[in-house]
């Protein structure tokens, strides 16, 4: 390896970001010990089958991925809590202390909480995922507060299971993810299978009586048998807040995903080098870019070839399917290469103004190769 003799290797995080570290770790020719730390009990698992398949389609298993082939040793259900980078030491709750030569910071984020009251549900993992699905076999009316892609999602899966659902969003619902064509188009499809819209400037949740409600700014009170709150997520930074390594409430890195020669960062506590600046992308398939070209650079340093990311986004809710690839927000109309306005199926293409371009396939079967290429003609 690059920049001294490597013989240890942590990997902290089991979400698909750690995961996909440390198979390009072996492939990239790695084969000194390696261990993956995961604060989770479970195997690592998809995430966004969650709120997808997990739900809509009530498919047990949509969560699970391919068994592993990356040999490490993993320590599952213990968080850690401590980094020392002077003596690459990584400290874990239980106490263990792993030394290493090389770290990869995977530790993901969180969902972002309205209260600290118990009846406020969000979901994030496959506890939460699990219990929503048991909550949901009584019909419950619910209230869902967010209207970005996970908030529409958890509405259109409570819908489909028989729920009276309200949702409350700050403006249009998708229109900050996807921009005012796309969010009218599944807004459009929420309302026609019954789901309740309110737009509000603001919604906190308090006790009512002897149970929580949403109040809004204007003072409408919207009570509900569930109240599930999707208001963006918070990254796991807490145990390096002595590290000096977090910026912004995330960890700054190089276009390869190293933030010095030893440490990598890579998945939703990252931000990384766009054409717009240093962001966090969190995005199941920003993660998986993220670690390969990371897990290259441990190895391989300067000669390894910096990231490459180009978004790619996909959401299924209310009878619809969405896959995108470029950078999102969308304004103004596409230009149609098949298909129509109207909501049917489709593949659209949109040229912005810096140069870039989107393409997107809407209830449309078209291999994600080919939307790559679309977008690249777009720009």
Partial sequence: MSGGRTDRVVVVGNGIAGLTAADALREAGFDGELTIVGDEPHPAYSRPALSKALLLDGDMSSHELPPTGHAATEL????????????????????TVLPYDRVVLATGSRARRLSGLSEELTLRGLDDALSLRGRLAARPSVVVVGGGPLGMEIASGCLAAGCQVTLVSQSVPLIVQLGPYLADVFVKAALDQGLTIVETGSARLE?????????????????AEMIMTAVGDVPNTEWLADTGLVAKGA?????RGLVRPDVAAVGDLAAF???YGLRRVPLWSSAIEQAKAAARALVRGDDAPPLRFQPYFWTEQF???????GYLPLEGEPAYVDGEPGGGPALMRWSHDDGTGVAAALNYRVPIPRLRRMSRAAA
């Avoid at 599952?76 to 106490?95: E, F, H, N, S």
């Avoid at 006790?207 to 009570?223: D, P």
């Fill in 76 to 95: 599952l259900g213990v968080p850690a809590t401590a980094l020392d980078l002077d003596r690459r030491l990584v400290t874990l709750g239980d106490g």
């Fill in 207 to 223: 006790r009512g009586a002897g149970s929580a409600r949403v109040v809004l700014a204007e003072g409408t009170v919207l009570e």
């Fill in 251 to 255: 960890v700054p890195v190089d276009s």
């Fill in 273 to 275: 080098p766009t054409p």
């Fill in 319 to 325: 009878g619809l399917s969405l896959k995108a690839v």
